[in-house]
Structures are given as structure tokens and as C-alpha cells.
């Protein structure tokens, strides 16, 4: 994968191997759940499997006992909003990746919506370098679409490819001009690049600040209705099917908006689908009395939308499930709700928020690992979310049964907007590995 | 002398959302006291000497400020009014900031208008004292709601059952409409919603109304009809097309309201725009009681006020 960045600059033949024996092995590429072991030897993956022993392993390796314990490939969390450069207050790339990696997240890709917009090949480079010298886990900067996301003017979308960068998004902002955006994915298509697109329509949102209905009114708070999103995911897949251009619709939130993805599916189009953990998890009533930490973007939805949403992911219509990780300091959020910041962190509760699905038995295991690693990593074309030989040894070990409280002491970010305080969750991550080095090991409190 | 007699366990007046039956015509009947004090001579008592009351309002209002701050000197409280609006705010301190510096001054109790849905609630959670909500945005307006229900209570009695009430107008963007919606439905009333389809919010079927487009239609046998202000901005096309169309369909003049029952009565929470939603004859006719609300705005506002930090033994 050009451009990738690893952790750590050093040479990876320094660690040394790595061999983790009798555990739950999950891995969704290869539709494998058994037990077995996982051999990870300069930084790659040697094999991995019931039929893997520990005979091979070199002198000198590591070994851990995976019993009791689930290995899976690190997530790949492909919807990440950070703070550098330009909001470095609010969350580094380093500050991130700590928190990645606490939560399982190996890979992340990181949102243009900086202070300067990753619109160009030396922002996105700058972003990069900075992943390298400081990060713990992968770093896969997405570029906006259009210069300063301001939905005007394409960006040079084979140099950002060719520099490194994964996919192409204006992020947060949705563009307005169907003219444009079918310029842009017919010219990326070309390059084989991925358009991934928030679908919120700004005029007929307007004001709005939670989901329309009955509470919003109850509330007195101006609504954002279904058709601002549906309306525009109409468009951008029609768009798609004229330009051919691969097509990722990035946020959906609404039981409906899964609903016309399927149809496009079966029309054959390149499209798939993104939903964010908040989603799955949570519904407007979340809000209760005005809590701003529940104002996300788009707004959570009504019970029923989560259970559709969820519905779509067992069938397959929606592909991704992501953090949607987007830290904003407390001055933002202690504010009355039209005016509070819009967004949460998540790199660190993704996996254990997830897991409720699994738990509950809405979805299974596999399927659930499987969106939040080897799909968003075909997507976006990356050589991670597997553990399959020679791929780079990202993987994870996850006790899926360990209850625990999130507070506020375990959040990693350097924002602490989590819509997940006092949680009670069931399934922690117990170590993360990147490029076979360990990052976090829950036991050392790292 | 104190006019109430129980103490209240309630610190804060947020909304009428939350309020029991029971607790609304508590205040209701205070507020009946506090009428008959302020027809006398002498009107001032001394109930809550040495308290200290701040008006906060963010939002510029000239009517329930002074009627506030009337009730509160009524009761013997130092007062302060504090317009926010063109103050610390516009150098950009915060709501939250805000009220830390007042909380730090000691107040018993503020009165607090803002712009913005749920800020009062927000505001309380800061500060040691009570807080009374003044109109939030477009979530509630509790005060007003109470005066509205004490004055149909001294024409109509207290069987709210009987009683049919049709508000009237931009219930949309209208803090007074949801809690008159509330307090009218706690008590019983029938309550029926008449208005452009623009001006009113989803979900307005759940809320507990009925809902009619036809003005004409909508007053029938109606006891009570509470117009809402149309904001300016939104006369001239944003949601509806024009004054006078309005004023035609939805504007009540004398024609329209010999659809209502002949002794209906007409209220309007003010300031009202003569000839957009009320025509001028019928606002000072017969049947308006427009200013007997004003009036009973000060009354219900000494009840809240006093049931909130007027009780013996509250020696914060």
C-alpha cells in the first residue's frame, strides 16, 4: 500500500516474533472462527490458524496464551475526524492513536476537516510524516474532494492518490452541486479512487439540531427531517450509476436510507454504505434533557431507524461501521443544544460498543468483526483488517466476555465528548498489536 | 404575613412539563391570593425581605421583565434586572460563565430568558439558587402558560373538562403554545390547534390536540381562543405568503369569531401586531381580556416566585 504510514520509524526485523497460542481466532477475510494460533514474525504475519503450532516458532519469541481470549485483525476505522493540524487542542494524531489503540482500532482514517483541509499533496504528506514520528497505529489520511471543502472546485485527485492518500470525501459537508460532484466521480474513476460522501442536504437540515418528530417538538428544538438525508443519497446513487465511479455513502442513519441502498445494490451499482457505532447504539430519546453530548451529525434517529440500520448490516447492505471519532473540548459542549458542538469520540469504545450487537445476538460475530475490518479495508484498498500470511501483523486480542465501567479516567483522547460515560460494556481489548509490536496491553494500564 | 402557608419541595419553575394536576392549581390558588394584595393600596409585603431576586434575560423583553420584577417587589425582594443581550455576552463570555458569576453574588433566585431551547435548564444546573424559567427558546414559557389558565379560571370556573380552547396562529416557533398545550391538557381541557400546515411542528397530532386549517371550522364551540403572536420575519413569504393573506384565513376580526360560543373569551400573550393575527376591534372588545392577563402575569409570577423561596425555615 503506497503510503502507509507505520508506527515507529525503526527497522521492524528489530522486534522480535511474536506467537500467540490457543485462542478464539476470528477472522472474517477468510470466514474463519476457531481456535488456533497466530505467528507474527518482522512485523508480518507468518501464519495464522487451527493448524498453526508453536514447532516453528524462531528463538527468542514472545509467546502469549491466547486461551480465553479472541484474536482478531486490528479494526480499521474508517471515519475519524482529528484535531492536527489546526485543532490540536481538541485531539494530535498521537492522542488519537493512543486511543485507537486502546480500543483495538489499528488502522484509522483520518477526515480532511483540519485547520488547514487536507486538500492538497503537502498537507496530506504533513499528516502522514506526523503519523510516522508519532503515532502508535496506522494513519490513512482520506483528502477532500473539493479545495477547502468548500464544494466549488475539484482537488487533484491522482497526486493525493499517488502521495498516499485512501479515499476522497469532503467530510462533514455534503456538495450541493450535482453537476460538480458528478465531475468528480466520473474523473475518479479513472484513477480507481473511492468517493465516500456525507449525504446531508444543508438547506433542507437547516436549522435543525436533532432528528424531526415528535420529541424534537416536545423539546422546542428546530429538526433535521429524514428527507435531508434521503433525498441527496438518492442523487449521489444515481450519480454513481451514471458515472460508474465507486461510491461510498459515508454516514447513514436512517432505517430508510438502508432501504435505498439495497435498491441500488440490486441495480448492480459499485456503491456501499457506512453507519456509525453511535447509531447502532443509541436513539434520539438519548437525548433526554437537551444532553449536547448526544447532539451528533447526522442526528440520532428513532428506535426504529437503529433497528433497520441494524438489520441492513446483517444482510449486507451496509458495509462499514465506524467511530465517526470527533473529540471537542468541553467549551463546546457546555452550551445550550442549537448552540453546542456537534460530534463524539469513539476510537476507544468502537469494539466494546459493538459488541452489545453480538451479545444481544442481533449479529453475529463474524459479520459484526467483519465491517469493521477486512470491508472497510477492501474499500479502501489497504492490505489490513486480515490475518491472512505476509499482511502486516495487525491484530488484536479481545476477552469478549470481561464487563467493565467506561469512565472517564480510561478515555485516551485528549477530548472526553464520549456519548459512552459510565457505560457498562461486555468485551474488552486486552492487547493491540501493530506491524507485530504491541501498543496497549490493558493489563499494564498502557 | 405570609400568603402561602406550604412550603414548596420545587426549586426550579423549568416548565409546566413535570408539574402535577394537583401542584398547577396550587400555584393557581396562590396566584388568586396575590391578586387581591395587589388591588389593595397597599400592595407591598414582606415575605421575602433581604432576598435577592436577578432578572437575566439574553433575550429583550419589556412586558414579563417588568412583570417580574413588579412581583418580586411585591414580595419585599431586592430585585436586579440584568439585559444580557447587549452585555458580557457580546465580549463572548459563556451562558455557563455567566451564571457562575452571578451564582458567586448569592441570589435566592433568578429569573432567566434565553434564546436558545433547554439553556434555563442548563443554566440551573450551575447555580446554587432557584431558577425560573421566562421562555426558552421555542420549549417553554411556563409563567405564561399559568396566567393564561388563572385568567380562563376566573371566567369560565375550575372544571377545565367543560372547556374547549383553540389556540390560534404560528404554534411552530411558540414556547407559550407547547406549555399552554401542557398545562390545558393536564387539567383537562380540550385544546384544538388552528393554523397553516407551515406553522405547525411534526408531530403536533401526538401532542394532544386537535388540528384544523380552517379558521371558521376550528372556533366552533370554542370557550376560549388564544391567539400567538406571527413573528415579522416570517409574514413575508418564508412561511406564509403575505400579511394579508393571513390576515385573511388566519386573523381573528369579529366576523370569524361569531363562530366561537358567544361568551367566548380572547386572549393574545402579547405584544400583539393589530391586524396581522387579532383585528383591533376584537382585541379591544367585549370579550378580550387581554389586559386582565397582564394583570394576573404579576399575580401567578408572585405565586411562583414566593412557592419557590418564599417558605419560613428556607435559610440558605
Known sequence: MTGASRPFA??????????????????????????????????????????????????????????????????????????????????????????????????????????????????AEFVMRTARETAVVNVFPSAAMTKGLAGGEMT???????????????????????????????????????????????????????NEGLFASWLGLPGAPAEAEIIPLERDLRLAALTGGRYHAAELSLAESAEVLRTAKRRGSNVSGGVSINHLSLNENDIGEYRTYFRLSPPLRGEDDRRG??????????????????????????????????????????LSAALRLHHSGDLPLLRLIETMTSAPARLLGLDRGTLK?????????????????????????????????????????????????????????? | MSIFERASDRRHLLGINGLKPHEIVDLLDRAE?????????????????????????????????????????????????????????????TLIDTAMTLNAMQPDILIVRHHSAGAVALLSQKVACSVVNAGDGQHEHPTQALLDALTIRRHKGPDFHQLTVVICGDVLHSRVARSNILLLNALGARVRVVAPSTLLPRGIEQMGVEIVHDMRAGLKDADVVMMLRLQRERMEGAFVPSVREYFRYFGLDAEKLRHARPDALVMHPGPMNRGVEIASDVADGPQSVIEEQVEMGVAVRMAVIESLIGWPGDNR
Open chain 1, 309 to 350: 440500520l441494524i438489520a441492513a448490516i446483517a444482510d449486507g447492505t451496509i458495509d462499514v461501521v465506524h467511530s465517526a471519532h470527533d473529540p471537542h473540548d468541553a467549551d463546546g459542549k457546555r452550551r445550550p443544544f442549537t448552540e453546542a458542538d456537534s460530534g463524539a469520540i469513539g476510537l476507544e469504545t468502537l
Open chain 1, 389 to 446: 500470511p505476509d499482511r502486516p501483523a495487525d491484530f488484536i486480542l479481545v476477552d469478549l466476555d470481561e464487563p467493565f465501567l467506561f469512565d472517564e479516567t480510561m478515555i485516551r483522547s485528549k477530548s472526553k465528548n464520549t456519548v459512552f460515560e459510565n457505560a457498562r460494556f461486555q468485551g474488552r481489548v486486552m492487547q493491540t498489536f501493530v506491524g507485530g509490536r504491541k501498543v496497549h496491553d490493558a493489563r499494564a494500564g498502557s
Open chain 2, 33 to 93: 391570593n396575590a391578586v387581591a394584595v395587589s388591588r389593595r393600596p397597599d400592595k407591598k409585603n414582606s415575605v421575602l425581605k433581604g432576598r435577592t431576586q436577578i432578572n437575566l434575560f439574553f433575550e429583550a423583553s419589556t412586558r414579563t421583565q417588568a412583570s417580574f420584577e413588579i412581583a418580586g417587589k411585591r414580595l419585599g425582594a431586592d430585585v436586579m434586572n440584568m439585559s444580557v443581550a447587549n452585555s458580557s455576552v457580546k465580549k463572548g463570555e
Open chain 1, 156 to 210: 487533484e485527485i491522482g497526486l493525493l492518490k499517488d502521495a498516499g492518500v485512501c479515499a476522497f470525501t469532503d467530510g462533514r459537508n455534503s456538495i450541493a452541486d450535482p453537476a460538480l460532484l458528478r465531475r468528480i466521480m466520473t474523473y475518479a474513476k479513472d484513477f480507481d479512487a473511492l468517493v465516500m460522501h456525507s449525504t446531508q442536504d444543508a438547506r433542507l437540515t437547516g436549522r435543525g439540531v436533532m
Open chain 1, 10 to 123: 525503526d527497522d521492524p526485523r528489530s522486534m522480535r516474533p511474536v506467537l500467540v497460542e490457543g485462542a478464539r481466532i476470528v477472522d472474517p477475510s477468510r470466514g474463519l472462527d476457531a481456535t488456533g494460533s497466530l505467528l507474527a514474525k518482522d512485523g508480518r504475519i507468518v501464519a495464522c490458524g487451527s493448524e498453526v503450532s508453536g514447532q516453528g516458532a524462531p528463538e527468542g519469541t514472545d509467546r502469549i496464551d491466547g486461551s480465553g481470549l479472541t484474536l482478531m485483525p486490528g479494526l480499521v476505522d474508517a471515519r475519524v475526524f482529528i484535531g492536527e493540524p489546526g485543532g490540536e487542542h481538541l485531539e494530535t494524531i498521537r492522542t488519537a492513536s493512543l486511543a485507537a489503540a486502546s480500543g483495538g482500532v489499528t488502522s484509522i482514517v483520518t477526515m480532511p476537516d483540519t485547520n488547514p483541509v487536507i486538500d492538497d499533496v503537502a498537507i
